[in-house]
């Protein structure tokens, strides 16, 4: 089983939805990633949170410790914000490298 | 420089030919990270530098891979005898140091092997 899951793996909307991308993890963490990936292009952060809630823009992430789950929203989805949408953590094992895990990625599709 | 720069950009080798991937992290980022990504998956950890040192080359996965930081800046990921299972996009990420802070990453070398 992986350390990151990430649902659902491949996600289809009409411009104006309001989107909503789920990960899972199994490790202890520190912090928790967000990172968008355009095809072909570089990787982006978008979030680093290790609780609560965080906004910028359209894009809203929040996460519960707890539950060692975090979820990513998009209000009034626009086709620009098709990408491939990440989810990494940095774990607490692993000493003083501070290495990512990543999960495997929601491809975004929205359509006008 | 403003954001992490990688070249080549696209790199097409032949089996058994040896490949050097650049790195030029932003200025002052002490953290240093090389991942690999194949096709439809999530990126692997590879290694990690601190300044010139590197602290963890676990990720690794053969012997035919080395990686180098020499003066703490630039690194070079070095692929011997390269093999088709090498084919893959090869990212580096740079960031201050600790757990507090985010990662900035380069676009990326997709290599193929022929």
């Known amino acids: 089983k992986n350390e990151v899951e990430q649902s659902p793996q491949n996600l289809t909307a009409q411009e104006g939805e309001f989107i909503t991308i789920n990960c899972s993890y199994s490790?202890?963490?520190?912090?928790l990633h967000w990172l968008q990936q355009h095809p072909g292009g570089g990787i982006v952060s978008l979030f680093m949170?290790?609780?609560g809630k965080k906004k910028h823009g359209r894009l809203i992430a929040t996460i519960n410790i707890q539950e060692k789950h975090s979820s990513l929203h998009i209000t009034a989805s626009h086709p620009r914000d098709s990408a491939v949408y990440i989810c990494?953590?940095?774990?607490?094992?692993?000493?003083?490298?501070?290495?990512?895990?990543f999960g495997t990625g929601t491809l975004l599709a929205v359509q006008p | 420089g403003a954001g992490v720069s990688q070249s080549p950009r696209y790199k097409v080798a032949k089996r058994g030919q040896d490949v050097a991937l650049r790195c030029d992290p932003i200025?002052?980022?002490?953290?240093l990270f090389w991942y690999q990504q194949a096709l439809g998956q999530g990126p692997e950890f590879l290694t990690y530098?601190?300044?010139?040192?590197?602290?963890?080359k676990s990720g690794l996965p053969s012997d035919r891979f080395f990686a180098e930081r020499p003066e703490g800046s630039v690194s070079t990921l070095k692929i011997q005898r390269t093999q088709q299972e090498d084919s893959a996009v090869y990212l580096c990420?740079?960031?201050?140091?600790?757990?507090?802070?985010?990662?900035?990453f380069g676009s990326g070398t997709r290599l193929t092997v022929v």
């Open positions: 990494a953590v940095s774990p607490n094992y692993g000493g003083a490298t501070n290495k990512l895990i």
């Open positions: 949170l290790s609780s």
């Open positions: 530098f601190q300044n010139e040192a590197q602290l963890d």
């Open positions: 200025s002052g980022h002490v953290s």
């Open positions: 990420a740079s960031s201050l140091p600790g757990r507090g802070w985010g990662y900035t």
């Open positions: 490790v202890g963490i520190s912090a």
